[in-house]
C-alpha cells in the first residue's frame, strides 16, 4: 500500500491539494498520520489503480456523449472532421488526420461524404464512435 503527502498524491492523481483533502475529509480517500513526520503531517493511502475524481469522471462521461465530428470553419464548407481530443482546455481544436482550426462548428446533419476520408479511417482503425446519429442520409 503506497502512502504519499497531500501534495504527491495531487500530483498523482491530477486534482488539486484542496480536492485531497476533502475526499479524506469525505471519506472517499483514505489517509493517516506520518509517525516520522515531526508536526504531523498526512499521508494519503494510494487508492486502487482506475480510481478517478468525481468531476474528472463526469467530463469523461460527457467527453463521450459528444459527437466528434465538427465542421473547420463557420461558413460549414469542405469537411467534417473527427476531433482528436476534447477537454475544458482544448482551446485549438486537433483533428485526427492532423489538421488544426481555430474553432469548431456544429455538424450535425452532415452526410457520409462529408466526413474527411482520413479522419474517418483513422477512427474506424483506433475502434472511435462514428456517431451514427449526426448523419442525415
Known amino acids: 500500500m503506497e502512502k504519499l503527502s497531500i501534495q504527491d498524491a495531487s500530483r498523482r492523481l491530477n486534482i ?3 480536492d485531497v483533502r476533502e475526499y479524506i475529509r469525505k471519506g472517499e480517500l483514505k489517509a493517516e498520520r ?3 513526520s515531526e508536526h504531523g503531517r498526512w499521508l494519503v493511502i494510494m487508492p486502487e489503480e482506475g480510481w478517478q475524481d468525481h468531476f474528472k469522471a463526469y467530463l469523461d462521461e460527457l467527453d463521450a456523449s459528444i459527437t466528434r465530428w465538427w465542421w473547420v470553419n463557420e461558413h460549414k464548407t469542405g469537411s467534417v ?3 482528436e ?3 475544458i482546455e482544448n482551446v485549438e481544436p486537433d483533428y485526427l488526420c492532423g489538421l488544426s482550426s ?3 462548428w456544429p455538424s450535425a446533419g452532415h452526410s457520409r461524404n462529408d466526413r474527411c476520408l482520413e479522419c474517418l ?5 483506433q475502434g472511435l464512435p462514428l456517431f451514427e446519429e449526426d448523419l442525415t442520409d
Open 16 to 18: 488539486s491539494q484542496r
Open 102 to 104: 481555430e474553432n469548431l
Open 85 to 87: 481530443r476534447t477537454g
Open 121 to 125: 479511417m483513422r477512427a474506424t482503425e
Open 81 to 83: 472532421h473527427y476531433l
Open 34 to 36: 506520518d509517525p516520522d
